[in-house]
Structure formats: structure tokens, C-alpha cells
């Protein structure tokens, strides 16, 4: 498709049980990024990738979260023994590796967690 | 760490005002982002600064950037009920960091 993509959009799940959620860039975007959106809150950083350099894990919650992108392309975020907490919009974007660098976001993955 | 500040967070118009959202940043950028937000829906860009004083518009809205300053600002001319979202600045630094700020819910009332 033509814009970015995220899987699942709609995740219910129960305390304790492990979660992945996908993400599909735009074709040829370099940059990778995942945030999570609190009910009514602002956008919380949770890591970025940026071609084949290590990511920038910096704003990842607990070692219980873990991203992967594979192949400079599709990216999965984890949520291994999920807590209410957890509970977000998870929201994945891509951008072009060019000097306006505005981002393009996926309609997220909404994760309920019982 | 870079900072994201805006205000206001929240704000009701009534349709026909005019007004400013700004949004600061703590750290050296000469990049800052706006978005918008629809309910339910994910974030659509609407303008892009890239130098001091650089200055977008599109529309009943106008961005503008002082780096100097650390400081954009959206201006809303004569609001309509179309414009009701929430409005995220947000700040690259390191390259590639991207921070945003709280975000701003306009109502516009008729």
C-alpha cells in the first residue's frame, strides 16, 4: 500500500501474556519510529530505527518491550508480560532519510490489556 | 534531554476568533513539525519549518519558527468547526530524534 501500516488494529488481551505488533514503512523510507498514545495524552518516544544503525532504544518503558526491524522494513514491537499499564495506541512511522524529514504515521494498534 | 512545551493544552474557540497555540523547546533545532489529530485517528502533517523565521501557511492556519527564540507558533485566523482536533508540535534533534509535544485540543463552537 501506500502508506504505512500497522497490525493489528485492535488488540485485547490479558495481564501476563505476551503481545507483537507490526509495522509495514512506506517503500524506501529509512527511519522507523514507534510511540505509544496514552487515552487523551501526547506522544510518548519509544524507539527509532534508521537504516541498518543500531536503534535508538532510549525511550523504551522496561526491559519487557523490545522492537526488531528486519530487512530495513517491516518492524515488530513486543510487549512481553503485559500489564494494564501497557494499555495504549501504539503508533508506528516512517520517514524519508531527506532534509524535511516530517514523519508519516500508521493509524496505530490499539492495545487493551485486561 | 530535549523538552516539548505547549499551551495552551486545551482551548475552545468560538467560530470567527482568532488565536495562538506555541509551543518551546529546551534544546538547539532548526527543524519543528505540526501535526493534526482527528479523534480516533492517527497524525497528518501539516507544516514543516525548517530555518529561523521560516514561515508556512495553508489555509486559516500559519506556523511559524524563531530558533533563537525556541519557539513556533499556529496561528488560527477566524476558526470554523472544521479546524476542532488536537495539534501536536514536534522538535528534531540529533539528527533524528523526533520529540513531540502534549498537544493541543481545540474546540471551535459555532
Known amino acids: 500500500g501506500a502508506g504505512v501500516s500497522q497490525s493489528p488494529s485492535n488488540k485485547v488481551t490479558e495481564k501476563g501474556k505476551d503481545v507483537e505488533l507490526r509495522c509495514d514503512p512506506i517503500?524506501?523510507?529509512?527511519?522507523l519510529y514507534w510511540y505509544r498514545q496514552s487515552l487523551g495524552q501526547g506522544l510518548e518516544f519509544l524507539i527509532y530505527?534508521?537504516?541498518?544503525?543500531?536503534?535508538?532504544k532510549s525511550g523504551l518503558p522496561s526491559d519487557r518491550f523490545s522492537a526488531e526491524r528486519t530487512g530495513g522494513s517491516v518492524s515488530t514491537l513486543t510487549i512481553q508480560r503485559t500489564q494494564q499499564e501497557d494499555s495504549a495506541v501504539y503508533l508506528c512511522?516512517?520517514?524519508?532519510?531527506?532534509?524535511?524529514?516530517?514523519?508519516?504515521f500508521g493509524e496505530g494498534s490499539r492495545l487493551t490489556v485486561l | 534531554e530535549l523538552k516539548v512545551e505547549q499551551n495552551p493544552l486545551f482551548l475552545s474557540m468560538q467560530e470567527g476568533k482568532n488565536y495562538t497555540i506555541y509551543c518551546n523547546y529546551s534544546t538547539t533545532s532548526d527543524r519543528l513539525y505540526w501535526y493534526r489529530q482527528d479523534p480516533g485517528k492517527s497524525l497528518e502533517s501539516l507544516f514543516v519549518?525548517?530555518?529561523?523565521?521560516a514561515v508556512k501557511q495553508e489555509g486559516r492556519l500559519m506556523a511559524s519558527l524563531d530558533t533563537k527564540a525556541r519557539l513556533s507558533t499556529l496561528h488560527i485566523t477566524a476558526a470554523v468547526h472544521d479546524l476542532s482536533a488536537t495539534y501536536f508540535c514536534?522538535?528534531?534533534?540529533?539528527?533524528?530524534?523526533?520529540?513531540f509535544g502534549a498537544g493541543t485540543r481545540l474546540t471551535v463552537k459555532p
Open positions: 514536534a522538535v528534531r534533534y540529533n539528527n533524528n530524534d523526533m520529540r
Open positions: 517503500s524506501g523510507h529509512t527511519a
Open positions: 530505527f534508521q537504516g541498518n544503525s543500531a536503534p535508538d
Open positions: 512511522a516512517s520517514s524519508p532519510w531527506m532534509l524535511a524529514g516530517e514523519l508519516f
Open positions: 519549518l525548517l530555518s529561523n523565521g
